[in-house]
T-cell receptor, first 115, second 114 residues
Framework: QQQVRQSPQSLTVWEGETAILNCSYE??????FPWYWQFPRESPALLIA?????NKKEDGRFTIFFNKREKKLSLHITDSQPGDSATYFC??????????????FGAGTRLAVCP | EAAVTQSPRSKVAVTGGKVTLSCHQT?????MYWYRQDTGHGLRLIHY???????EKGDIPDGYKASRPSQENFSLILELASLSQTAVYFC?????????????FGPGTRLLVL
């Protein structure tokens, strides 16, 4: 059972456009949602993360929008650049104080930004 | 920035053979993890550890053992390698700062089982 789902599987946008990557989850105890990105032949790295105390988290051109009621979130990449071409993983975990936080990863969205 | 290294970086193993993947981190992190990555499946947690000499099962532990002899080192052991264990394996360690829990990944080990 896939607890974290991502769509689309792959996405192609032109340079300068806004890319929108979607994520949904099932476990209502999840309250920490990081996005990791992975460039070809490299390891994943944390890009941006959100906790549901707010509905939006911004970091430069990257913004997470969060809808707790619908258990959905999305990553918006504005003014997309060819260097943003990577696979993006949505992940989720409960954020328990002093406890292990097991991340559940989605299958990823492969983004290609064409110049 | 966290430094996580893995060895070997790639390996070819025979079915039924024993494989040991090693991971070393230098940033004094308590938590360490082993994931496998297959096309279309993202990252799946095999084993993890939050203290030396103790390991815990993740989501897909069958066919794998883990060992954490020290805070810095975490190994993944395939006692009887099988074709289905061909994958890229990532080790990670994590550092929880405030409300953020960042996992730092090693470069990965490409394992091919023939």
């Amino acid at each position: 059972q896939q607890q974290v789902r991502q769509s689309p599987q792959s996405l192609t946008v032109w340079e300068g456009e806004t890319a929108i990557l979607n994520c949904s989850y099932e476990d209502s105890t999840f309250d920490y949602f990081p996005w990791y990105w992975q460039f070809p032949r490299e390891s994943p790295a944390l890009l941006i993360a959100i906790r549901p105390v707010s509905n939006k988290k911004e970091d430069g051109r990257f913004t997470i929008f969060f809808n707790k009621r619908e258990k959905k979130l999305s990553l918006h990449i504005t003014d997309s650049q060819p260097g943003d071409s990577a696979t993006y993983f949505c992940a989720a975990s409960p954020m328990l104080s002093g406890s292990f936080n097991k991340l559940t990863f989605g299958a990823g969205t492969r983004l290609a930004v064409c110049p | 920035e966290a430094a996580v290294t893995q060895s070997p970086r790639s390996k070819v193993a025979v079915t039924g053979g024993k494989v040991t993947l090693s991971c070393h981190q230098t940033n004094n992190h308590d938590y360490m993890y082993w994931y496998r990555q297959d096309t279309g499946h993202g990252l799946r947690l095999i084993h993890y550890s939050y203290v030396a000499d103790s390991t815990e099962k993740g989501d897909i532990p069958d066919g794998y053992k883990a060992s954490r002899p020290s805070q810095e080192n975490f190994s993944l052991i395939l006692e009887l390698a099988s074709l289905s264990q061909t994958a890229v394996y990532f080790c990670a360690s994590s550092d929880r700062t405030g409300d953020q829990d960042t996992q730092y990944f090693g470069p990965g080990t490409r394992l091919l089982v023939l």
